[in-house]
Structure formats: structure tokens, C-alpha cells
């Protein structure tokens, strides 16, 4: 839970820095998960995925695959996703540092 709420901290950085529009933090959409029976996390991981993709696309960091479905189809399988979600966040995270 930290490393989602660390990353999407960072990527809201990393969003303000070229005018994009942050997602909402990481403990307020479990709260809102909770709330809404995980309909909110569904719809939020939607914007954490497009965020990432947006980034990639405005840093030139090429995550792949580019689609914010496929992405959160990724980030569902088991033991894979974390090698994934790591790599992808390493990208972007090198070239925005660039």
C-alpha cells in the first residue's frame, strides 16, 4: 500500500510539472472504495493508469502497452504486475528526473 501511495504522490509531481491534471491521492481512494463498495478504485485505477500513460507520452518515457485498459488488466496478474508496475514507474521516473 505505500509503494501505490508513494507513486501516485510522485506521478502527481511529475504531473504538475508539465500541466497536467493530478488523480486523487492514494488513502482518499480507498476511503471512497470503501464507500462506494470499490467502484471508485475501479474508476480510479482508470485515471492512474491514464495519468501514467500521459506522462509517458509528454516525458518520452515509452511505457508499454500505451492503453490505460490494458494497463489495468497488467496490473491484475499476479506476481507480474509488480515486475511491471516497478519497470514502468522507473522509466518515468528517469526521464522526468532528465
Known sequence: MYIWYKMTKDMND???????KPIMGFILQLLL???TC?????????????LMGRLSDKYG????PENA???LIISIIPI????????????LAEKAEA
Not at 511529475?14 to 497536467?20: I, L, N
Open 14 to 20: 511529475m504531473a504538475g510539472k508539465v500541466d497536467e
Open 80 to 91: 507480474y504486475s509488480f515486475y511491471w508496475m516497478a519497470d514502468a514507474y522507473n522509466k
Open 33 to 35: 472504495g470503501v464507500i
Open 69 to 71: 485498459f490494458v494497463k
Open 61 to 64: 518515457a515509452g511505457i508499454t
Open 38 to 50: 470499490g467502484i471508485w478504485s475501479i474508476v480510479w485505477m482508470f485515471q492512474f493508469f491514464g
